[in-house]
C-alpha cells in the first residue's frame, strides 16, 4: 500500500467551499426532494441542431480521425477571424494572431504555464471564475487579488495595486461581461487598462466568454477593439455559452501574436489538439445564422425579470443585470453568504451558490443562475417567500 502526498501546488489550492453543499444536495435528492439547482452556469438548452448535424458528418470521415494540429484547422482559424471582423471590426490574422482552445478554461488555466516564474505575482480580480487562481498556483504562481466592488461598479481599482507588484506581475486577468457579478466594463475602463499595461509591462488576458450574452440592446465590446489593445493582450473567447456548447469543448484566444506563440508552446506539450469533427461543428457554428443567439438572449432575458422582479417584490435588493447568465443578489442583512445558501438549501430545497466560493469579497452576495425556466424560478420566488415566514 503506497501513501504518498500530494504536491505542495495541489494543497495551495483554495479550499473546495463547495463540498458540504454538494453533500447537503446529494441527501436531499437521495430523499426524492425537488431540487431547483440555481447553481451551475450551464446552459439547459441544447447545442442547435445544425451544429449536431455537422459533428455527426464529420464524426463519419475517417480524416477526422486523426491526432489534429495543435494550431487547429486553418478553416476554423479563418471562420473565428471572419466572426471577429463581423462582430467587433477588429482584424486577426488566422496564421498567428488566433489559437483555438479545448474550451476557454483549458487556455486561461494554462496561460501562466507561459511566463509565470516561481513566486511572481498574478493579478486576479475577487471575486473571480476559479481557473484565474488555480492556473496561476499551479504555474508557481502567487494570485493578488484586486477587490470588485460595487462602489467601483465591480471594476478592479488600477490606482489601487501595490504599484512594486504592478512592476512585478506579468499577467493581469479580467472579465466582462463579468462572472459572478455580472457587471459589464466601460470603454473608459478597457482604456485605462491598456495604458496601464503599457505603462507596467503587464499581459492583459480578457476573458470573454459572455461577449454574446446581453441584454435590452446592449453589444459588449472586445478588449482589442481599443487602440493598443492588441499590443497589450489577447482576449479569451468560447461557443460554450453563446451556442449551448458547454459539453463541446471549444473556445479560442485571439490578439498578441507573442502571447499566442508562448501558449500555443506550452499547449502542444500537453494536449494534442481538438477533434476536428469538433471544429467542423465550430466552424458552422460561427459561420450560420446568428438568429439562435438572438432567441436564447430573450429567453435569458425573460428569467432575468421574473427572478429579479420577484425577489424585489419580496423586498430583496437585486439589479437587473445587463450581461451574462447570472444574477449577483445582496444577502439580506442577518445572513453570511454561505449561510443564506445553506438556509436556501435546507429549507427550501434550491441550491445557489456562495459569493465567497468566488473569493473573500464575494461576501455579502449569493448569485444565482438564470439556467432554469421561468416557471421554476417563479417556483423558486414563491419558495423562497417561505424561508422568510
Ligand atoms: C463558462 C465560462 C468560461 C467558458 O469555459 P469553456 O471552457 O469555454 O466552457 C470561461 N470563463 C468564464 C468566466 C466562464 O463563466
Known amino acids: 500500500m503506497i501513501n504518498i502526498d500530494t504536491s505542495n501546488r495541489l494543497k495551495k489550492l483554495p479550499p473546495y467551499l463547495f463540498a458540504e453543499m454538494d453533500r447537503i444536495k446529494k441527501k436531499a435528492i437521495s430523499e426524492g426532494k425537488d431540487i431547483i439547482d440555481l447553481g451551475v452556469g450551464d446552459p439547459d438548452k441544447p447545442t442547435p441542431m445544425h451544429i449536431i448535424e455537422q459533428l455527426y458528418?464529420?464524426?463519419?470521415?475517417?480524416?477526422?480521425?486523426?491526432?489534429?494540429?495543435?494550431?487547429?484547422?486553418?478553416?476554423?482559424?479563418?471562420?473565428?477571424a471572419a466572426w471577429y471582423?463581423?462582430?467587433?471590426?477588429?482584424?486577426?490574422?488566422?496564421?498567428?494572431?488566433?489559437?483555438?482552445?479545448?474550451g476557454s478554461k483549458e487556455g486561461i488555466a494554462h496561460i501562466p504555464l507561459a511566463y509565470v516564474n516561481y513566486?511572481?505575482?498574478v493579478l486576479i480580480p475577487d471575486p473571480c471564475y476559479?481557473?484565474?487562481k488555480s492556473g496561476t498556483i499551479f504555474a508557481g504562481g502567487v494570485p493578488y487579488l484586486m477587490p470588485l466592488l460595487p462602489e467601483n461598479n465591480f471594476l478592479?481599482?488600477?490606482d489601487a495595486i501595490d504599484c512594486q507588484v504592478a512592476k512585478r506581475a506579468k499577467i493581469m486577468f479580467l472579465n466582462y461581461p463579468n462572472n459572478p457579478t455580472s457587471a459589464v466594463a466601460t470603454d473608459e475602463f478597457f482604456k485605462k487598462?491598456?495604458?496601464y499595461a503599457d505603462e507596467n509591462n503587464i499581459i492583459i488576458c480578457h476573458d470573454a466568454a459572455y461577449s454574446e450574452m446581453a441584454y435590452d440592446g446592449y453589444k459588449p465590446p472586445s478588449f482589442l477593439e481599443f487602440e493598443g489593445g492588441k499590443d497589450t493582450g489577447v482576449e479569451f473567447h468560447?461557443?460554450?455559452?453563446?451556442?449551448?456548447?458547454?459539453?463541446w469543448r471549444l473556445g479560442f484566444v485571439c490578439g498578441n501574436a507573442d502571447v499566442i506563440s508562448a501558449l500555443r508552446k506550452v499547449k502542444s506539450n500537453i494536449d494534442s489538439g481538438i477533434f476536428q469533427a469538433v471544429q467542423f461543428a465550430g466552424i458552422v457554428a460561427l459561420e450560420s445564422d446568428q438568429s439562435n443567439i438572438d432567441k436564447l438572449i430573450a429567453i435569458y432575458q425573460r428569467r432575468r425579470d421574473v427572478l429579479v422582479d420577484g425577489l424585489n417584490s419580496i423586498g430583496w435588493k437585486v439589479e437587473k443585470p445587463k450581461a451574462t447568465f447570472y444574477v449577483w443578489i445582496p444577502v439580506p442583512p442577518g445572513y453570511t453568504s454561505n449561510e443564506l445558501t445553506k438556509s436556501l438549501l435546507e429549507k427550501v430545497d434550491i441550491v445557489t451558490t456562495p459569493g465567497v466560493g468566488f473569493g473573500p469579497n464575494g461576501e455579502g452576495y449569493i448569485r444565482i443562475a438564470l439556467t432554469v425556466s421561468e416557471e421554476r424560478l417563479q417556483e423558486a420566488i414563491d419558495r423562497i417567500k417561505r424561508l422568510h415566514r
Open 57 to 80: 458528418e464529420a464524426a463519419r470521415d475517417s480524416k477526422n480521425h486523426r491526432y489534429a494540429m495543435d494550431m487547429g484547422l486553418l478553416k476554423l482559424r479563418e471562420a473565428i
Open 85 to 102: 471582423k463581423r462582430r467587433f471590426n477588429v482584424d486577426l490574422d488566422p496564421e498567428s494572431e488566433i489559437l483555438p482552445l479545448i
Open 119 to 121: 513566486g511572481d505575482e
Open 130 to 132: 476559479p481557473p484565474y
Open 156 to 158: 478592479p481599482c488600477l
Open 193 to 195: 487598462v491598456i495604458e
Open 238 to 247: 468560447s461557443l460554450s455559452k453563446t451556442y449551448n456548447m458547454t459539453g
